[in-house]
Nanobody
Framework: QVQLVESGGGLVQAGGSLRLSCAAS????????MGWYRQAPGKEREFVAS????????NVADSVKGRFTISRDNAKDTMYLQMSSLKPEDTAIYYC??????????WGQGTQVTVSS
């Protein structure tokens, strides 16, 4: 199995920055791709960014492009989301997930990000 633990969320003023981390453990060699999603109150969960685990290909949602950067450190089995120029509308619970080669998906427990105006 694979376990995911997010960290790095918190309260920040608009225009500020935060870096989220997602640490993977267990059978991490089964991971094909990892990603970040977010869910704001009353809204559906939405895609933020993803990265191929064994390569460097990334995909970033238009709503955060130019402000958020996804990266990973395979030696640490950790994925990051560097968030800059944060806006109040970025307020949400941020979840990381891992798509495995067996077509299953694992989710973390989420970390709260609150951006004050």
């Amino acid at each position: 199995q694979v376990q995911l633990v997010e960290s790095g969320g918190g309260l920040v003023q608009a225009g500020g920055s935060l870096r989220l981390s997602c640490a993977a453990s267990g059978r991490t060699f089964t991971i094909k791709k990892m990603g970040w999603y977010r869910q704001a109150p009353g809204k559906e969960r939405e895609f933020v960014a993803s990265i191929i685990w064994s390569g460097s290909s990334t995909n970033v949602a238009d709503s955060v492009k130019g402000r958020f950067t996804i990266s990973r450190d395979n030696a640490k089995d950790t994925m990051y989301l560097q968030m800059s120029s944060l806006k109040p509308e970025d307020t949400a619970i941020y979840y990381c997930n891992a798509d495995r080669h067996d077509y299953t998906t694992v989710w973390g427990q989420g970390t709260q990000v609150t951006v004050s105006s």
